[in-house]
């Protein structure tokens, strides 16, 4: 995940994503931060992941919620 990587590195913010599919894209692909119009979608989506893994994604962290 090349794609991935690069977001990673970057520090790549992404901007008004509202859709669940899409919040779970960008935290797949490592974005360092996502700026939401629904952030107890959001929450839940990390939540669960947490609940799985005991992590939010590879690599991405997301505090202050």
Known sequence: MQAAAEMKSRGVDVYTVNEEGELVKFLDA???GVFTDFPQRLNQIIDHRTEQSGTV?????FEGR
Do not use: H, P
Request: with cysteine; net charge neutral.
């Open 30 to 32: 490592c974005a360092s």
């Open 57 to 61: 994604s590879s690599g991405s962290t």
